[in-house]
């Protein structure tokens, strides 16, 4: 299908439209035309100065690693606690260029140390569902995440915070301990709707011996529990996501948790995550769904994630690459395929934010002498 832009909204969708009426066409045959990517476990925070902290130094800017793979929409996942998420707003979300949204994290101050998501007085979710109505139109999630104890108590009161603000919680496990064993977190603990994160991660008993997917996982998806990949530097191996994907149980959402740790390791990137499952098996549609109109819809911000007339520009314009690929896991552990997702265009309401192979350029030559001068600005003074 042909897409037209026009005031950074999708104008029209047709099988052809004619190139007449534009004001600047993009030639992207062969391509595929999505919605922009929507990644919902990353980590922004980059601005406490907080060394060696996901909640610092670990935590990168959206702008910098967001467009050029094809994400229009991130979702920090619990960086900031509610103490410090005011500050987070301010230094981060609102400078962002990226849609940026935000799970608060139950422990006040987040994930500035693992330290400080163990006390049980800074899990307050009183002060999170204040802050969650306060800040409404960015906030559309609580995270629970690192907690080492063997009790419960950052997972529930994770859930009683999304229960006093009507939104959904996500826990990153952590810790996998006998007394609060995985499959009950998602067949008892989480609601219709919460979120397991890091959902192939070693930890998590996928399979049985004969490596049949657990009746458990079946019955929590029943429920409503969303699975998650949240990739991560240490969260994703092969050996549970390769037969789960064969087996047809695939997540709900793909993402990256995207930190300076996980984007120079294993997972790199939005694509090369995208990828791995493309070469394990999943058809490129659900990929895409998974990339896309899925997570937009876990979170509950249905203006994401589509391409529907009237629904804000934001595009990605991918390429399937064949040839000989090695992909790896967290740990080590690989897989081949014969195929690689490539982000070659992004626009972000109507602009193009990224353009890999400058298919929105014109040949330099066909341009006149004076492209690139600022009008009134420039005067080139030629030496006598």
Not at 16 to 35: F, M, N, R, W
Request: proline content about 4%.
């Amino acid at each position: 299908m042909d897409v037209a832009v026009s005031g950074g909204k999708i104008a029209a969708l047709r099988p052809s439209i004619d190139a007449a009426q534009a004001k600047q066409t993009v030639d992207v045959s062969g391509l595929y035309v999505t919605p922009g990517l929507v990644d919902i476990h990353v980590h922004l925070f980059a601005t406490t100065g907080l060394r060696d902290a996901w909640a610092g130094d670990n935590s990168v800017l959206p702008d910098g690693f967001s467009f050029r793979t094809g994400v229009t929409t991130m979702v920090d996942a619990g960086t900031a606690g509610w103490r410090n998420f005011e500050t987070f707003r301010h230094t981060v979300i609102d400078r962002a260029q990226t849609r940026v949204f935000a799970l608060i994290n139950i422990a006040g101050l987040g994930m500035s140390t693992n330290a400080a998501e163990q006390p049980k007085s800074e899990f307050q979710p009183d002060q999170l569902a204040r802050l969650a109505a306060k800040h409404k139109d960015v906030v559309v999630g609580v995270k629970s995440a690192h907690y080492e104890a063997p009790d419960w108590t950052s997972v529930d009161k994770a859930v009683e915070a999304g229960k006093l603000a009507n939104i959904p919680v996500m826990v990153d496990f952590g810790f996998f301990l006998a007394e609060r064993p995985y499959w009950r977190l998602v067949t008892e603990r989480l609601r219709p709707g919460d979120i397991s994160t890091h959902c192939f991660r070693s930890g998590v008993p996928w399979v049985d011996e004969k490596e049949k997917v657990h009746d458990y996982l079946h019955r929590a998806r029943a429920r409503g529990v969303k699975f998650d990949v949240g990739h991560g530097g240490g969260s994703f191996v092969f050996r549970n996501a390769a037969p789960a994907i064969k087996q047809g149980f695939y997540p709900d959402s793909i993402s990256t948790d995207l930190h300076v740790g996980s984007m120079n390791g294993a997972m790199m990137d939005m694509n090369t995550t995208m990828s791995k499952f493309l070469v394990m098996g999943m058809p490129l549609k659900e990929v895409i769904l998974r990339s896309t109109w899925n997570p937009a819809q876990i979170i509950r911000r249905t203006e994401a994630g589509h391409l529907t007339v009237g629904a804000a520009a934001d595009v990605a314009v991918l390429r399937v690459e064949a040839g000989n690929f090695a992909y790896a896991d967290s740990s080590a552990g690989q897989f081949r395929g014969k195929q690689r997702i490539i982000c070659e265009l992004t626009l972000r309401e109507g602009r193009i934010a990224w353009d890999w192979n400058a298919r929105a350029a014109k040949d330099y030559k066909t341009l006149g002498p004076q492209y690139g001068l600022r009008p009134g600005s420039d005067v080139v003074v030629v030496p006598k």
